[in-house]
């Protein structure tokens, strides 16, 4: 799970990782051969690849389109891409408001061969923190902004901040909702290695990778996940 991207490798901190880490990253996975998915290539599978993995960036941040998106083409990796729907060509005022986010235009020029589009919510709030209307509304909001600017979205769902109601009951409100907006897989943190096909679709765990993580840490995540020693 990656977020913002940037140049100067100073800046290269929690949410924002340089172009060069994030080179190095994919230059790994590349000479390494390992397999990059899609969540919609896994439809019909029954098994991947022991090195398999799947790339998530959260937010479409235009910093994503500037620097990322030129490393997948450079060694030909696929990603997914979430959206929060509210802010498309706006600037991502859940936080400090600094990074602008991609433009309709800009998400429909993506090469859809390597990049897929999901759904990041409307207005990227918390998940458990919405009632059962507040839910239905926010995927009524998706999918009225998806079909007004004619967006091809995968039916993918990556919770913002990580963030899902924790109860069983609650959880299973929103599942059912998930369910009935057509919703294949929705995507936690976690920080654990997945096992495919997944225990639980709509529990599917993420690795977090901070600006922080250098080659050797990253390569450390690939294998275990969270790092608890360093």
Known sequence: MYHNVVEDEAKSLDLSISISKLESHFKFLHENNYTTFHFKDL??????PKKSVILTFDDVTECQ?????????KYQLKASFFIPFSFVGNFDYWIEGKEKIMSVEQ????????IELGYHSFEHRRYGSLSKEELEVDFVKCNAFIKENQLDIEPILAYPFGNYPKSNNEFAVF?????ENDIKYGLRIGNR???????NDYLVKRID??????LFRFRLKLKIGKLKLF
């Open 65 to 73: 389109l500037l620097y990322a998106v030129p490393l997948l083409e």
């Open 175 to 179: 599942e059912k909702i998930m369910q």
């Open 209 to 214: 990778i901070k600006g922080e993580d250098n």
């Open 193 to 199: 290695v997945n096992n495919f096909p997944f225990k």
């Open 43 to 48: 439809e019909n599978l029954k098994g991947v």
């Open 107 to 114: 998400l429909k020029k993506l090469d859809s061969n390597l």
